[in-house]
């Protein structure tokens, strides 16, 4: 069936140092969400791409969307402890259009 | 503020017990979703609703049951059927294709 792959599982940095996460999908995707879930909490929407190729970025947030459209990556540049938490991808089923998530990258940031 | 409720925050339930976790949402959303995470896990799909009074099974609905009869509230029941129910409730909802709002969970042990 549709699968939606996170890697890495894990990541831990230095504060200060550059992340990031890398999604794949077995299929073409219509869009690519991003959430974000702080330890103890519960995932916060960050971000939807719908283009080919595209490009949208937050602060030091970078988000892309493959030029396939079945991958995607979000790039934290300069890490800070705030940003800890896991980050997870998802996108929608070819039917139903439900959300399909990926495992999720755990980002520990040693200050 | 428009927002999703998940209510009780904790709940310990006994073996061969069956508990409801409410769920509801002042914000107008069609569709709402039960996932369930364990820990260090990504989100499992139970059930999810894209109208009043019909709903669909996720991924591992077994052991767990779910109403719609009002816009606004999904609540989740947890069988007895269900023999691994020690995990991280989420509800959210959604409207069209754009980003889940996700509630703060309710975190089930059984005792």
């Known amino acids: 069936g549709q699968q939606v792959m996170q890697i890495p599982q894990y990541q831990h940095v230095q504060e200060g140092e550059d992340f990031t996460t890398y999604c794949n999908s077995s299929?073409?995707?219509?869009?690519i969400q991003w959430y974000k879930q702080r330890p103890g909490g519960h995932p916060v929407f960050l971000i939807q791409l719908v283009k080919s190729g595209e490009v949208k970025k937050q602060k030091r947030l970078t988000f892309q969307f493959g030029e396939a459209k079945k991958n995607s990556s979000l790039h934290i540049t300069a890490t800070q402890t705030t940003d800890v938490g896991t980050y997870f991808c998802?996108?929608?089923?070819?039917?139903?259009?439900?959300?399909?998530f990926g495992q999720g990258t755990e980002l520990s940031v040693k200050p | 503020d428009g927002g999703i409720t998940q209510s009780p925050k904790y709940l310990f339930r006994k073996e061969g017990q069956n508990v409801t976790l409410s769920c509801e949402q002042n914000?107008?959303?069609?569709?709402m979703y039960w996932y369930r995470q364990d820990p260090g896990q990504g989100l499992r799909l139970i059930y999810y609703?894209?109208?009043?009074?019909?709903?669909q099974k996720g991924d591992i609905a077994e052991g767990y049951s779910v109403s719609r009869e009002k816009k606004e509230s999904f609540p989740l029941t947890v069988t007895s059927a269900q023999k691994n129910p020690t995990a991280f409730y989420l509800c959210?909802?959604?409207?069209?294709?754009?980003?889940?709002?996700f509630g703060s969970g309710t975190r089930l042990t059984v005792v």
């Open positions: 299929t073409t995707l219509s869009n």
């Open positions: 609703s894209q109208i009043v009074n019909d709903f």
């Open positions: 959210a909802s959604a409207t069209g294709s754009y980003g889940y709002t």
């Open positions: 914000l107008n959303h069609d569709a």
């Open positions: 998802a996108g929608p089923l070819r039917q139903g259009g439900k959300l399909i």
